[in-house]
């Protein structure tokens, strides 16, 4: 959401668009895995956002106005950039630590734990369909 617009069209990997979609098969098996997966918790798909900056109250309606995403993060695009450069099919699967109303550092730290365990065990099902 940060990078400079032609960053990634006018030079290596030159894209059509600054955007790195998941690849379709692995976006078809977390879909299959969603109605398998037996938890309580809501999955959904949609747009991630990566960025350099922290998201906060100050920049947040903004983010939010022009790009629409479900997530924000600084990690999901340089793994999307290195697995298309290299031809690797990718899918990010995330698990939300913070939100608007519950964010800080406390709140990372005390649902980190969980937030991972929830994203390794719904890797492991999608995996188990390969």
């Not at 030079?11 to 969603?34: C, I, M, Q, S, Y």
């Not at 519950?102 to 969980?114: H, L, M, S, T, V």
Request: aromatic share 8%; proline share 5%.
């Amino acid at each position: 959401h940060d990078v400079a617009p032609g960053i990634l069209t006018e030079f290596h990997p030159w894209l059509k668009e600054n955007v790195f979609p998941a690849d379709g098969r692995l976006l078809d098996l977390a879909r299959e895995t969603v109605k398998k997966w037996d938890s309580s918790h809501r999955v959904v798909f949609g747009r991630m956002l990566t960025g350099e900056q922290f998201i906060d109250n100050s920049n947040r309606e903004t983010v939010k106005a022009k790009f629409a995403p479900l997530s924000v993060d600084m990690e999901t695009a340089a793994v999307a950039h290195v697995c298309y450069v290299h031809r690797i099919p990718w899918l990010a699967v995330r698990t939300i630590t913070d939100t608007p109303e519950k964010q800080g550092a406390d709140i990372f730290e005390k649902n980190c734990r969980e937030a991972s365990q929830l994203s390794a065990s719904f890797v492991k099902e999608i995996l188990r369909q390969i």
